[in-house]
């Protein structure tokens, strides 16, 4: 999944206004946010195997440090707590640490049985949505135009780069993912960790983004 999980860090803005948008995209990216890192230090493995699933040409061999259930609820807890600790606020670090483990929640919907319950050979589970692409798009799609349409709802630009600026994001995305099904394969696994550090940028940018809205009255 990947617009998905931006759509559940645009929603999340809604239950913890006066926390950076930024701060949720980094939590529900969290796990894919640290992967690339593990993988080039080559303590977790993937393999390009084309039609491993309708969706993804990668086969996810090996990581239980990022992916596992286990390592996701640590995760969650060390990023609430480190949020609890920088901003003194309860709520937004109990939605911070929802927002992490949102992401195994997600993909264990999508993933074929590839996602360890605990590390480092627990049993592998997933539903397997990426076996069906029309119904993959569907649910990335009606999760990103949630949070979009939430976000946008409960914020208001404060000048034209708050508005353009998540216009601009609620386009890009989808393209992004677009090129991602349609594209071709990468050409090694090394070229799939630098392309996946790339994703810091769109952290910057919903960051930038929030910097221009604030939460409307009403939900303050």
Do not use: C
Request: overall charge positive; aromatic content about 12%.
């Amino acid at each position: 999944m990947f617009i998905g999980h931006f759509g559940a860090g645009l929603t999340a803005k809604r239950f913890t206004p006066y926390t950076s948008l930024g701060t949720l995209v980094v939590a529900v990216q969290l796990l894919d946010l640290l992967w690339p890192t593990f993988l080039m230090l080559g303590i977790e493995r993937v393999r390009i195997d084309p039609g491993n699933t309708r969706v993804t040409p990668l086969a996810f061999d090996y990581y239980p440090w990022t992916h596992s259930l286990a390592m996701a609820v640590v995760w969650a807890g060390l990023a609430g707590a480190a949020y609890a600790m920088l901003r003194r606020h309860s709520r937004g670090a109990w939605i911070v640490g929802a927002a992490v483990l949102s992401h195994w929640v997600l993909d264990f919907v999508t993933h074929r049985p590839d996602l360890p319950l605990w590390p480092p050979e627990g049993p592998r589970v997933g539903l397997g949505l990426w076996n069906s692409l029309a119904g993959t798009v569907a649910a990335e799609t009606l999760l990103f135009g949630t949070g979009v349409w939430l976000y946008a709802t409960h914020t208001e630009a404060t000048d034209r780069v708050g508005r353009y600026a998540l216009m601009a994001f609620a386009v890009t995305l989808p393209l992004i993912y677009v090129a991602n099904l349609t594209g071709p394969l990468p050409p090694t696994t090394g070229a799939i960790a630098i392309a996946a550090q790339a994703q810091w940028l769109l952290v910057l940018w919903a960051m930038w983004i929030d910097r221009h809205r604030v939460a409307i009255r009403q939900w303050r």
